[in-house]
T-cell receptor
Framework: NAGVTQTPKFQVLKTGQSMTLQCAQDMNHEYMSWYRQDPGMGLRLIHY???????DQGEVPNGYNVSRSTTEDFPLRLLSAAPSQTSVYFC????????????????FGPGTRLTVT | AQKITQTQPGMFVQEKEAVTLDCTYDTSDPSYGLFWYKQPSSGEMIFLIYQGSYDQQNATEGRYSLNFQKARKSANLVISASQLGDSAMYFCAMREGRGNDYKLSFGAGTTVTVRA
């Protein structure tokens, strides 16, 4: 199992450029999510998906698009990069919980460090 | 309103001593889960421990224990016998509700530095 993989690890963009951050997991998890981490603010949820074909917005969705055509992949697209999107981006996936289980931790990818100049 | 509050931006602890990291949370949902994650300087997020709102006992995982005080809405992490490898950022997080909603709300984190 590779777990959750993210590419690229580092990226520098110019303002206005677009790009896609890739995320894949090989654990057959239905739930996947994207977070951004900024200094002093912890992680904030951008978008998430409860299964193939289903996505929804998190706390900070503006400027980002997602799609979920397969269980394995959950790419994050920056439509027109802005300096405010300079951050570290984490993808995560979660196994299904039995019953009322809230206790399944999210498995995080290694992160993508994005700089927008 | 902030759902998770971690009031200690940074802490120093002597090797082999215990350290307590504070976390308070805000929710009106009776069903919720509390998590602690460790983020070393290499950047990955490592799950440490979980406490459910209906759990009767405080969670423990090796040298990690969670001091859960439901009435005070606090879920402090205690690391016993600190090691140099414990130097990292620590995040408290909360999941509310049931079903397939696994959204986590994170605190701002506490940096722990262990001194030899």
């Amino acid at each position: 199992n590779a777990g959750v993989t993210q590419t690229p690890k580092f990226q520098v963009l110019k303002t206005g450029q677009s790009m896609t951050l890739q995320c894949a997991q090989d654990m057959n998890h239905e739930y996947m999510s994207w977070y951004r981490q900024d200094p002093g603010m912890g992680l904030r949820l951008i978008h998430y998906s409860v299964g193939a074909g289903i996505t929804d917005q998190g706390e900070v969705p503006n400027g980002y698009n997602v799609s979920r055509s397969t269980t394995e992949d959950f790419p994050l697209r920056l439509l027109s990069a802005a300096p405010s999107q300079t951050s570290v981006y984490f993808c995560a996936s979660t196994p299904p919980s039995p019953g009322t289980g809230l206790g399944h931790e999210q498995y995080f990818g290694p992160g993508t460090r994005l700089t927008v100049t | 309103a902030q759902k998770i509050t971690q009031t200690q931006p940074g802490m120093f602890v002597q090797e082999k001593e215990a350290v307590t990291l504070d976390c308070t949370y805000d929710t009106s949902d009776p069903s919720y889960g509390l998590f602690w994650y460790k983020q070393p300087s290499s950047g990955e997020m490592i799950f440490l421990i979980y406490q459910g709102s209906y759990d009767q006992q405080n969670a423990t995982e090796g040298r990690y224990s969670l001091n859960f005080q439901k009435a005070r809405k606090s879920a402090n992490l205690v690391i016993s016998a600190s090691q140099l490898g414990d130097s990292a950022m620590y995040f408290c997080a909360m999941r509310e509700g049931r079903g397939n909603d696994y959204k986590l709300s994170f605190g701002a984190g506490t940096t722990v530095t262990v001194r030899a």
